[in-house]
């Protein structure tokens, strides 16, 4: 991208856009690696809605790709602290509830457990957390729907 000149908020929309390409196609480390710049960059101020959807879509894909429960946990304890000084209301108790929620699925004893608390947060998203932006309860709730039924996630976005 940095061949193309572009300014800092196309850029930050275009590698955001092209994580969640990545993330509808189940490729979780291929949309980590698009999201690391954009959670990295000093810019993220030019479009904070931006960088708070790519650490929760990034907490997801570690979920995802399995990491150790550790690692995970210190990942939502520094998102946590992240989210703490972010200003936009909405997104910042939708991004502690992911991070709460993730925690609980991730230390869920059994498959049906786990099963159950993905459900559960499925619930609580569609009757809750309506109309984040950039469309980030459709696409998390296509995640969840995606993982309770063992399918893949582009069945369940529409």
Known sequence: LEQYQLNAV?????????AVLHFLQDNPNDCEEWLMPIIGSRRGDLRP????????IRITTLFDQGVPFD?????LR?????????QDQKLKEFGR???????QISQAPSKSER?????STQESLQNSWLALPLGLDQLLHAWLKA??????LLEYLG
């Open 10 to 18: 196309s850029e930050l929309t275009i590698r955001f856009n092209a």
């Open 49 to 56: 809605d931006i960088v708070i959807a790519s650490r929760i």
């Open 71 to 75: 690692f995970l946990e210190s990942q």
């Open 78 to 86: 520094s998102e946590g602290r992240y989210l703490q000084q972010q």
């Open 97 to 103: 509830f992911w991070f709460r929620s993730i925690r």
């Open 115 to 119: 099963t159950d608390l993905l459900k």
């Open 147 to 152: 993982r309770t039924s063992a399918g893949r």
